[in-house]
Each structure stands twice: as C-alpha cells, then as structure tokens.
C-alpha cells in the first residue's frame, strides 16, 4: 500500500500596504496621526511593518512638498533608508505654473525608482478628466507605472470633494486603456460607485485605505467592522479580488487595524493573499521575492 502522502503547505506571499506617507512637510503629524507618541520615521515604519508581516510598502509623496524636485529627493532618501523596502510614489499639481508638469515629467524621467504617480484632486481643484494631466497619463504609459487618485473625503476641511469622486475618472479611463488608474480609499464615501468604475474598466483598481477615522472616534469598534463589510460589498459587485489592494493611509491608520479589515474577510486564502501583496507585487512590478519582514 503507498504511503499517504502528507499535504503541501502554500507559501504565502509577502503582504504589501500600498498607501503610506512618510514626510517632513506633515507638520501636525501629532494631531492627525493614530497616536501622538507615534514614531514617524522610516525607522519607525519598518518596526511597525515587521510586526505586521508587511514585506514591502508604497510611499506616496505629500502634494505639501514645495516642488517635484525636493518631494523627488525626499522619496530617494525614503527608498535609501528602506533598504529596498519602500517604493516613492511621486505626485504633481496641474493646477500650478503652465510650465510644473512638463519640468515634472522631466524631473521623472531621471528618477528610474518612481513605481507611481498619485494626484490630489479634491486638496487641489482639477478634474482628473483635466486636459492638463493628459501628458502625466501618457508618462505613466511610457513607464508602465500606475497613477493613483485620491478620491472621497479630504483630511482637510477646506477640501472640495466633488473634484474626487469616482465616477469623474471613467471618462480618463476611457481615452488611456492602457494606463492603470488606482481608486485610493475605495472612493470613500462613494464606495459602490468605486465598486462599479473597478468592474467596467480593466485598468481601473482599488485600494482599501482611508476608510477608518481617528481611534479615537465614537463607535471606532463598528467602524472597523462596517470597513470590512464595505470591502466585501465591493468584491461582491466586482466579482474578482484581483483589482482590489491592501493600504492603509499609515500613519493615519495603524497597520494591525488596516491589515485586520482585509484578513477577517470571509474569503479564500488565496483570495485574501491576493489583496494583501499578490496584487500589488503584480501592479507596481515589485519582486517577486519581495523582502520579508525580520520579524512577524
């Protein structure tokens, strides 16, 4: 009689948080931050990441840095110290000088450690649709990097949200099919709406963070819950985990809390390890072999 041949254990992939900030110019990081002892640093980070099995993180330049140029240096040093960790995101106002996204895309072109650009409408007043951006999209085709969008609600009250909700990047999807647009924050609160750009356009994803107030909100306990049915919802109108991303909106957000909105999902392991890292090792072209935590 053969033997019986014992069951093969699937590694599992390196999670990816694919929304952090890291940044000099955020100067109320006290105030705003999940904690007010918070270490926020790469340093820091990293500790934080380790403890929470995160191999690899996207690090989203702030529209606050006073040019491309230093958010640029600032994002090398972040990488630097990352030790191949952390991955800059660059990012560009349209709304500034004629002449600031063409000297952007020029600054870009010298930085081959960019994985993505993210624009601000909402903070800044434009459209993603705006004519402008139009060569920022064709960048990103050229370096086959993702543009990132934020969308839904602004930290900052003086923010109009009607330049941020989804529905206002089907048009831009339509003309660039072959660029890929990331709906940050799930389109928060305009959810369904995010849900339903994600299952028309192929090139059009997800991410989860953003979707939980400061901890010390009223009632924070059901609204991790109600995150995690607002996640699944989305799945359930996309049909398919392989569009939606981990993020968390650190250091709005503490990793366990972010992590645990995706990982106490009712879905396949494979499903889950697909949100968590699959996706985005896939999407921003990191390694297979992305780095794991020292510890977890």
């Keep these: 009689m053969p033997a019986k041949k014992e069951p093969v254990s699937r590694r599992r992939p390196p999670r990816v948080d694919v929304h952090l900030h890291l940044s000099r110019w955020w100067r109320d990081i006290r105030r705003t931050g ?3 002892d918070l270490d926020y640093s790469v340093r820091g980070l990293l500790a934080e990441m380790d403890r929470n099995a995160i191999g690899e993180g996207i690090v ?4 606050e840095a006073p040019t491309v140029t230093e958010g640029l240096e600032e994002g090398r040093r972040t990488a630097a110290e990352g030790h ?13 000088e004629e002449s600031e996204v063409r000297e952007a895309i020029e600054a870009w072109d010298a930085a081959p450690e960019l994985v993505g650009v993210k624009l601000y409408p909402g903070y800044q007043a434009f459209y993603p649709h705006d004519r402008r951006l139009d060569p920022v999209y064709e960048w990103a085709h050229r370096r086959r990097v993702p543009v990132m969008i934020h969308q839904g609600d602004t930290l900052d009250g003086i ?6 909700r989804p529905l206002e990047v089907d048009e831009v999807a339509g003309r660039f099919r072959d660029v890929r647009f990331v709906l940050c924050h799930l389109g928060n609160p305009w959810v369904n709406e ?11 994803y997800a991410d989860t963070s953003g979707l939980l107030s400061h901890p010390s909100a009223p009632y924070f306990d059901r609204m991790v819950r109600q995150a995690r049915e607002v996640v699944y919802a989305a799945l359930v109108t996309i049909g398919r985990p392989d569009r939606i991303l981990y993020g968390s909106d650190w250091p709005l957000e503490e990793l ?4 645990s909105v995706v990982d106490a999902l009712d879905l396949p392991e494979a499903d889950r390890d697909a949100i968590l890292g699959g996706n985005a090792a896939r999407l921003f072209g990191l390694s297979n072999r992305a780095r794991r935590p020292a510890r977890s």
Excluded: C, M
């Design 34 to 36: 999940y904690r007010r």
């Design 194 to 204: 995010a849900a339903e750009l994600v299952w028309k356009n192929e090139n059009v």
């Design 256 to 259: 366990s809390v972010a992590v």
């Design 60 to 63: 989203i330049q702030l529209f």
């Design 84 to 96: 191949g960790r952390l991955h800059p995101v660059t990012t560009v106002d349209p709304t500034r």
């Design 159 to 164: 923010g109009l949200v009607k330049y941020a």
